[in-house]
């Protein structure tokens, strides 16, 4: 960046780290940087330090022996763009304004095919091209005088319409399928025989509210849909059942991998779109391309900063954080918003695994005092290893807000200086309960573990991030910095699929600070029920987080999606165990589908 305030937030002439000299910072404050940090930004000149470390080479160290980078810096940079990129671009531009055309020349188009054309769309990854359109049809068909009548002839056509229209924000109520229920409120029997019928009534169960009687629709449709399952149906049908009961649900999928997947099978869909399909696969490789672009810059910066190979003792998962920085902002135009959070990620896995693995308690109560006064004229108090990586925080957070600050003149950088701070003061606790074997009580650890968990941190810096300034209000940051109840319910399920995923490892580390170990200490009941009872407690969470989809708040509805793709994608990556820590086969296998291998498509 050209303008003299660049330099700013960095005690370094680059990005890059230095390792062995300890810094000793001295400060110069100018009319400019006053304005830029209400006096807390500084100029910073670097100059050696004579005095001795304090960190003892010699500690004994713990380890979690993470395994190493699966994808390397030269692999990242090899990767290329679609080779007729171009032509893609051309004719997906054409097929769009035929696929708008499409949902909006509705006029003899029966509203069930209308919901399902536009169930095809998002499901094919390609709602963010036709959000207003979609609004607008489904605008239509809510205004349809005897739509009610029309929708209820099938189970199908009313869980397909309340799963949408919920989704979209359409406050739809539960009681369309009133007559789908006998005398008692229960779901009829003879309404389980139709494979459509249940697989539409599962998914529309995962938008019920809190309090509301539909989610026993979810025990009864998931039954009945294995019971058919047993008594035999076409492959393509038992396919798409079987991955709907055995992974995640719609609703809280991360919908872009899902795209991935349905463009796959969408052809043996009858009926299907030709054009609708030729554009998902045009479209998902012009991102694919972009995302290519965006990981290889993001990849440079993790190797200028230097961390990586300063602390080896730490996870180095790069490519894990794009992925997972692409879960919470799927769509093209959020390319600077899915860097800086992937920095983020890549920050916060360094931090953790510092304070849960390597760091002496010592060390780790003044490296939180520090960062809580963002001072990094008190570093040279630090041991080399802390002070890079401070200087990679400071700078790196100190850059971002600078960054919002010129092009939007918002002073952020006090809401990302609190974010990170109360996730230090988390994670110390955690450690303290480790080093005096201290097994806290479940409610307690979760409390704590709601911020340690690290969503606050993504949500701070996405809600500067996403929102344009007119959604930035008083009110919301207000609600934001007091851990608002949208927050607290994405970092609950954060922390209970987090702990789901990873609590094995934790154990064999000799951890006292998981919410499975406190819960078994506290219950004395098996791992398994404790399981369970984990799953009904996500579940309510995401019934909660359901509201903000239908009510008036805050928030920006762009907000709100972040904090919704926040827990899509965190479900995701520890569905089948520690997808970030320690990545499978099925980990590779969703990054390889998602980020390097295109789809085959002839560009007519």
């Known amino acids: 960046m050209a303008s003299d305030l660049l330099s700013l937030p960095y005690c370094l002439s680059s990005t890059q780290i230095?390792?062995?000299?300890?810094?000793?910072?001295?400060?110069?404050?100018?009319?400019?940087?006053?304005?830029?940090?209400?006096?807390?930004?500084?100029?910073?000149?670097?100059?050696?330090?004579?005095?001795?470390?304090?960190?003892?080479?010699?500690?004994?160290?713990?380890?979690?022996?993470?395994?190493?980078?699966?994808?390397?810096?030269?692999?990242?940079?090899?990767?290329?763009?679609?080779?007729?990129?171009?032509?893609?671009q051309e004719r997906a531009t054409k097929l769009e304004e035929k696929v708008r055309l499409m949902i909006n020349n509705t006029t003899d188009m029966e509203p069930l095919s209308l919901l399902e054309l536009i169930d095809d769309v998002e499901r094919l990854g390609l709602a963010y091209k036709f959000d207003e359109d979609i609004d607008r049809a489904l605008e239509r068909i809510v205004s349809i005088e005897n739509f009610k009548d029309q929708t209820q002839k099938s189970l199908h056509e009313t869980a397909l319409y309340f799963r949408i229209l919920r989704q979209q924000g359409f406050p739809v109520s539960q009681d369309v399928f009133e007559r789908f229920r006998d005398e008692k409120g229960k779901f009829k029997v003879e309404t389980s025989n139709n494979v459509q019928g249940m697989l539409s009534l599962y998914e529309a169960s995962q938008l019920t509210l809190e309090g509301e009687s539909l989610w026993e629709a979810n025990a009864f449709s998931k039954t009945h849909l294995m019971n058919l399952m047993k008594e035999g149906m076409k492959v393509e049908v038992a396919n798409q059942v079987r991955h709907v009961l055995e992974g995640l649900p719609y609703h809280q999928s991360f919908h872009k991998l899902e795209a991935r997947q349905y463009i796959d099978t969408y052809n043996k869909k009858e009926p299907h779109h030709r054009l609708l399909l030729e554009l998902a696969k045009l479209d998902f490789n012009i991102v694919q391309s972009s995302h290519i672009k965006d990981l290889q810059e993001v990849s440079r910066w993790w190797m200028n900063i230097g961390l990586a190979s300063k602390l080896n003792f730490a996870r180095d998962r790069l490519m894990e954080s794009f992925f997972w920085s692409v879960g919470m902002v799927p769509e093209p135009p959020f390319a600077y918003c899915r860097k800086e959070l992937t920095k983020v990620v890549q920050l916060i896995t360094i931090i953790d695994d510092v304070y849960d693995v390597y760091g002496t308690l010592d060390e780790l109560e003044l490296f939180t005092d520090i960062v809580e006064r963002w001072d990094v004229n008190a570093i040279n108090t630090l041991p080399d290893y802390l002070i890079s990586c401070f200087l990679a925080l400071y700078n790196t957070v100190n850059e971002m807000a600078y960054d919002i600050f010129k092009e939007r003149d918002i002073k952020c950088l006090p809401y990302f200086k609190k974010a990170w701070s109360d996730l230090c003061k988390s994670y110390l606790q955690e450690a303290k309960w480790f080093y005096n074997k201290v097994i806290p009580p479940f409610n307690v650890y979760l409390e704590n573990a709601r911020i340690s968990c690290s969503g606050g941190v993504f949500l701070f810096h996405s809600y500067f991030l996403v929102n344009q300034n007119q959604d930035i209000t008083e009110q919301a940051l207000h609600?934001?910095?007091?851990?608002?109840d949208l927050l607290r319910s994405s970092c609950t399920i954060y922390r209970l699929s987090n702990d789901l995923g990873t609590s094995m490892d934790e154990i064999k580390r000799g951890e006292t600070s998981n919410s499975i170990i406190s819960y078994l200490n506290e219950t004395n009941l098996s791992e398994e029920n404790a399981r369970q009872y984990y799953k009904i407690l996500i579940d309510k969470e995401w019934q909660n987080l359901n509201k903000y989809l239908v009510m008036d708040s805050t928030f920006s509805k762009s907000f709100i999606q972040v904090a919704i793709n926040l827990v899509r994608i965190v479900q995701c990556v520890y569905q089948y165990g520690d997808g970030f820590g320690r990545p499978d086969n099925v980990s590779k296998s969703r990054i390889k589908s998602l980020l390097i291998d295109p789809i085959d498509v002839d560009v007519i």
């Open 479 to 484: 609600s934001l910095t007091n851990y608002h």
């Open 18 to 88: 230095l390792s062995r000299s300890h810094i000793h910072l001295r400060h110069i404050i100018t009319p400019s940087n006053a304005k830029f940090l209400n006096g807390s930004s500084r100029k910073l000149i670097c100059v050696a330090s004579k005095q001795d470390s304090q960190y003892t080479q010699n500690q004994n160290r713990r380890s979690a022996n993470y395994q190493p980078n699966l994808w390397t810096d030269e692999f990242i940079q090899s990767l290329r763009n679609h080779p007729q990129l171009e032509k893609l």
